[in-house]
């Protein structure tokens, strides 16, 4: 298994700003995800970080509203950029070492825009 | 058809009883398969991996059937702290997971 820490934990940000999260893993994985989830909705799988090249988005997410870092084996980031109301979620990130291992997520990061 | 389904509930169940969830896959190939759990205003977390053959924690058991494909988890004398929401997970190509939308469960005193 591994653990997984998020920063920060909550935001309250403001419209048109731009807000960064980070997630840190323990140890060395190979895959990272990013979601993102309503209350009491489903979670919605934003991108996966890849190590040394760009994200890979899933449909209607794109790199310009939400890029992402991922340095290395055990850090990424992601922006959410020109924020909107509309963007006030629970961001999630996870980490994964094989499709058989399962994931892990971190606490995630409760962002409220207004 | 989506990739995977589940009843998204609510189960309200009384404590001590017997609950079963389904959760139904459309990919063949999907090779993973996973239960978690996820309660009010926290991050989901594994629960279990589900086996072929089946595989059995305490009062939980997970079973696949890949014919059907679909993958079951049975959770004996209910706890209170059992409510939550159960999240089925299938993977497929090595590294793409797919979850469910989730069940909703209530064990009610």
């Known amino acids: 298994s591994a653990v997984i820490s998020q920063k920060p934990s909550r935001d309250i940000c403001q419209r048109g700003t731009s807000l960064t999260i980070q997630c840190q893993v323990d140890?060395?994985?190979?895959?990272m995800f990013w979601y993102r989830q309503q209350p009491g909705q489903s979670l919605t799988l934003i991108a996966t970080a890849n190590q040394g090249s760009e994200a890979t988005y899933e449909s209607g997410f794109v790199i310009d509203k939400f890029p992402i870092s991922r340095p290395n084996l055990t850090f990424s980031t992601l922006t959410v950029s020109n924020m909107s109301p509309e963007d006030s979620s629970i961001y999630l990130c996870?980490?994964?070492?094989?499709?058989?291992?399962?994931?892990?997520f971190g606490p995630g990061t409760r962002l409220t825009v207004t | 058809r989506k990739e995977v389904e589940q009843d998204p509930g609510p189960f309200n169940v009384p404590e001590g009883a017997t609950v079963a969830f389904n959760c139904t896959y459309s990919?063949?190939?999907?090779?993973?398969f996973f239960w978690y759990r996820q309660d009010c205003r926290k991050e989901p977390k594994l629960l279990m991996s589900?086996?072929?053959s089946g595989n059995e924690d305490g009062r939980f058991t997970a079973q696949l059937n890949r014919a059907s494909q679909y993958i079951s988890l049975l959770i004996r004398d209910s706890k209170l702290s059992d409510s939550a929401t159960y999240l089925c997970?299938?993977?497929?190509?090595?590294?793409?997971?797919?979850f469910g939308p989730g069940t909703r469960l209530s064990v009610l005193p």
């Open positions: 990919n063949s190939a999907s090779q993973s």
């Open positions: 996870s980490a994964a070492g094989t499709g058989a291992s399962g994931q892990y």
């Open positions: 997970v299938v993977v497929s190509y090595g590294q793409n997971f797919v």
């Open positions: 140890s060395q994985v190979t895959m």
């Open positions: 589900v086996y072929s």
